[in-house]
């Protein structure tokens, strides 16, 4: 299951899962907030500690982002992140332990408007929860290094800009870890602290069609502070050169509306 919405969002085949978690499905709807879906199991033998940890590797086999890690306080925080389906979705995850037991709840939420067949959440929910297993847990296994994401400086710009209208404060989580390969034109080079900032030209072209529909009139800067070794290659550039930097996710500032790559590289 590559994504979760993906196998949401259609008929999937009946899968036998254990009773109890499908029997502790349940759906909410509220209209101006959207659907909540909820599901759980309770396993004999397995702690809050384990049930977390269990859960990083679930959520690396599922593709999804990994928010909020709180292995002692049974919490988690996951994301199906945005793609041209549906916006980032959030999940919470809360393991709760009872004598020799632990409940381990799965709570999907979707926006408003959004609409899923309750099978489909159902068998999503349970196929992940299936994977915890009884125990104390082992060391989590290493995530290999994160492949660089592809896209144009405005495009990623004008996604961080609709997080940023529905949650600036999960920008720094959604984003931790994330390596891009950005290609855009140059707007500006300036001294930043002991590096070089290479900031690329967001703003929509719209001198001659006027606004469009969905693209953010006032979007969030982006800009690469470029790797030790990389001045020259930095001072070469010019405002209008077309310049594609590989780096990864540093810093965003709700107040400065922009945010930062670092250990940039051409390419």
Known sequence: MKALLAAAFVILPSMGYAATCEQSFKKSVNPLMGSQYAASVTIDGLTRQSAISQMRGVAQKNSLSVLVDEPENGSMLLEDPENFQHKAIPIVVS?????????????????????AKNDAMRAAICAMLADIKPGRGAATTAAAPA???????????????????????????????????????????????????????????????????????????????????????ALSLRKTN??????????????????????????
């Open 95 to 115: 393991a709760t332990e009872s004598g020799r037991a632990t409940t381990v709840e799965m709570v999907i939420k979707t926006g408003s408007g959004a609409f």
């Open 147 to 233: 492949k660089p994401i592809k896209m144009q400086a405005f495009v990623l710009s004008q996604q961080v800009s609709r997080d940023e209208k529905e949650n600036a404060a999960a920008i720094p989580l959604r984003y931790r870890g994330r390596v891009y390969t950005l290609t855009g034109i140059v707007d500006y080079v300036i001294k930043d602290g002991d590096a070089y900032r290479v900031a690329f030209d967001v703003q929509p072209k719209t001198d001659l069609l006027g606004p469009l529909p969905g693209i953010q009139a006032v979007p969030v800067g982006i800009s690469c502070l470029m790797a030790p070794g990389q001045t020259a290659y």
């Open 242 to 267: 077309n310049a594609t930097l590989t780096g990864v996710f540093h810093d965003y500032d709700e107040f400065k509306h922009h945010l930062w790559l670092k250990d940039c590289r051409p390419g």
